[in-house]
Structure formats: C-alpha cells, structure tokens
C-alpha cells in the first residue's frame, strides 16, 4: 500500500471531473490543493465558472481560518482548467462523474467516456447509491470501474467511501485508496449494494424523519433537536437533508426501494411534495427550513 500511495504522483498526474456542482466542484477542489492538475467538464462556462468561483470563495475561507496561505490560492487554481468539451479529458489518467443521481444520466455519461478515456484510465463514480456493477457493465473497461463517494461538503468531509463491483480489478481499488488518502481523506471498503454503508443506513432515518413531520408527530426542529441532543448527532437528519438536498434523498430512496424491491425505502409523500414544489433545501433556498432572510425558520408543509 505505501508503494502503491508513492507512485500515485506519477501513475496520475491528470485528473477528469465531469460534473461541475457542488459535489464536482469540491472534488475539483481537493484534487487540485493536493497538486493534480484537473480537468473541470460540464455542459455550460458558466457552470463551470461559478464552480470556480465556489472554489476560489472556499480557497478564501481556508485562508483566514489560518489553514492556508494566501499566496497558495492562485496556484491551487491553476491547477485547474475548464471546458464545455468532455473529449478534452482523452488527456486523463483517472477521471470521476458527478453528475445527477440517475442511472440513465450516468450510464450515458460512462458510454461516452469509455470511448474517450486512455485505456488504461481508471473510471470513477460519485455516486452515493447506484450500482457500480450496473455501471461498469456499461463500459469496456469493468475491471477499471470504480466507486468513489465522496462527501458534502468535499473539502472538510474525511470520508470517502470506495466502492468496488465483483468485476473491479484490486489494482484499481488499490490506486483509488491511495488517490484517497493523497487527498487526505480516510477510505473505506464496501461492496457494491443499493445505497453502499453509508445511504443505506442514513436514508431510512431522513424517510422517518419526514414522516414524523408529516403525521405531526413533531416540528422539524423538534426532531432535529432530538437528535442532537439525544444521539450526539452534529445535526438533525432534516438539517442534513436539507443539506444534501431533497431531491437528492428521494432520488436515493427511489434507487434504494427498487433494489432492494422492498416498500419500507418508498420516499415519504411529503419528501416527494416539496421536492415537486422547488423547496428542494439550502440549494434552493426553502426546504425543511428557510435559508434566506430568515434563516433556520421552519418551513413545515
């Protein structure tokens, strides 16, 4: 393992990201402050350049916490270039999607990057619930295909689940580990299954949580509360859905509730509504709280 992590600066040198949100551009983030130089991808500049920006804003928080130099942040970003053209990243050695939690978008997206990708280029996922096997059966490359779940947000989460189908070869799991630990996060192995450890586990508690709402059983912030002061939770699971994002979590249960072919993972209607409403959490403003002028107000439906 420790030769695996040595070489690691020279087997890739050249990161792809393709999807420039929150989750892509944080990846983009740590890949470039460990000194990759990354490739950004995404469908429109200005994306991209809000990413960036992200990036640079973040970089700047950093900085007056004491966490890093000022005079790093123009070279980190240098690190970075961006393009509307996914072909750019024939140039990379390892290359990660973070684009929507659906199957169809990431099957079409790993399509297309099997034909682009050098043969020898490890293709990873972000996905925080879909089938690695499903996806890896999509490509040329199976034994090349990998699951790397990082977590929001990138730059200060420490986990970074790893992911493996039966097809991954232990070459590839081993270079992916070490990638993780290079960018100072902590790996863990799981095996490919809907929702891997950790979606498995949260999703059912978010779901409960929103029932409990809705049948008014308690007020958002009374559930939260009870987390947090009874569990030692940093945040209640309706802060953190709102943090993820509703959409996200009903797109998550959704994949969990047909993989498992199991009710018990159906998203709560009232999930389902606000989603259907645009309070999708902090990303839209409005969610189980509000986030505008009156922030951490309820927004109980």
Do not use: W
Not at 120 to 148: C, D, E, F
Not at 149 to 175: G, I
Not at 232 to 252: E, K, N, R, S
Not at 281 to 289: E, L
Request: proline share 5%; with cysteine; charged share 20%.
């Amino acid at each position: 393992m420790v030769e695996v992590a040595a070489e690691i600066g020279t087997t890739v040198q050249t990161v792809g990201v393709l999807g420039a949100g929150i989750m892509g551009s944080g990846i983009a983030h740590v890949f470039a402050c460990a000194g990759f130089d990354v490739l950004l991808c995404d469908v429109e500049q200005k994306i991209l350049d809000r990413a960036v920006s992200l990036i640079r804003a973040n970089l700047g928080r950093e900085a007056s916490k004491g966490r890093l130099n000022a005079s790093e942040i123009e070279p980190i970003l240098g690190h970075i270039s961006t393009s509307v053209d996914r072909r750019v990243l024939n140039r990379a050695d390892f290359a990660i999607e973070a684009a929507s939690e659906r199957f169809d978008v990431k099957a079409d997206i790993f399509r297309a990057l099997d034909r682009i990708l050098p043969e020898g280029a490890v293709l990873a996922t972000n996905t925080s619930s879909i089938s690695i096997t499903k996806l890896a059966a999509t490509t040329h490359r199976s034994a090349q295909v990998i699951g790397m779940h990082f977590f929001n947000p990138v730059p200060k989460m420490e986990l970074v689940e790893v992911v493996r189908s039966p097809a991954t070869s232990e070459k590839t799991f081993e270079l992916v580990k070490a990638l993780a630990l290079k960018l100072g996060k902590t790996p863990v192995a799981v095996n490919d299954a809907p929702g891997f450890v950790s979606n498995r586990v949260l999703m059912p508690l978010i779901n409960e949580a929103a029932y409990a709402v809705m049948e008014g059983v308690a007020t958002p912030e009374a559930v939260d509360q009870v987390f947090k002061l009874g569990m030692a939770h940093p945040m209640g699971p309706l802060t953190l859905a709102d943090l993820i994002g509703l959409d996200v979590c009903v797109d998550i249960l959704k994949v969990l509730q047909e993989g498992f072919g199991d009710p018990k993972y159906r998203p709560c209607p009232l999930l389902v509504e606000m989603v259907e409403a645009g309070s999708l959490g902090r990303k839209s403003g409005r969610g189980f709280y509000s986030y505008g002028s009156q922030a951490g107000d309820s927004a109980r439906h």
